[in-house]
């Protein structure tokens, strides 16, 4: 049983016999530091995007051509680092926004009427996969707890961030929005119950895209029906 859901107030109900929905195409959307977008095509120029793990944030868009659906898993993969540090705790907010640039906000049982499309976060030292049980929409981490694989300060190393699945329809000119940083909602998020309040970030991070660096994120595109 999904819901696919257009706003607070708009979704839509159907039932499917498998999930994720069979025919789902999962499509690579490019993170481009030169302009904070992502596109189906990698851009060929390395960039970076640097932000204060304390508060900081990088933000990149995609404004959809067609209506699409996005419903099922999505992932994250970074090429990133932790400048000052030997490891990093990434949060992943993806968020939509519509044709005047309002963010849509929905339901969930802890955030009621404010919650954003999906959530994915990663520590750095855990980026290792259990192979046998990870999928390319569906990275599974092989730990979650202990010391992990550390890095060295300034070190650039690849990581894939698992994302919460989700049901979002983006009607054209509509916005989907992804935020990556060092705190649980990209700060935006205050009234949670409960809270990651352990980080072990300092200083600065950062995200490099473009070139040999492929940073993108995979989305569950759903075939129109």
Known sequence: RLETRETLDRYTVRHQNDFPIPGTQYKKLYLDATDHTLKFNKNGQPGKVSYDSAGGKAVFDYAF?????????????LWVSPEEAEDMDLFITLRKFDHDGNEVFFDAWLMQGRYPVAFGWLRLSHRELDKEKSTPWDPYPKRVIGPGEKVKPGEIVPCEVPILPSGTLFRQGETLRLVISGIYGGGEITDVPYGFNASINQGTHSVYTGGKYDSYLLVPVVPAR
């Open 65 to 77: 051509e067609k209506d699409t659906e996005l419903t099922g898993y999505a992932s994250l993969k």
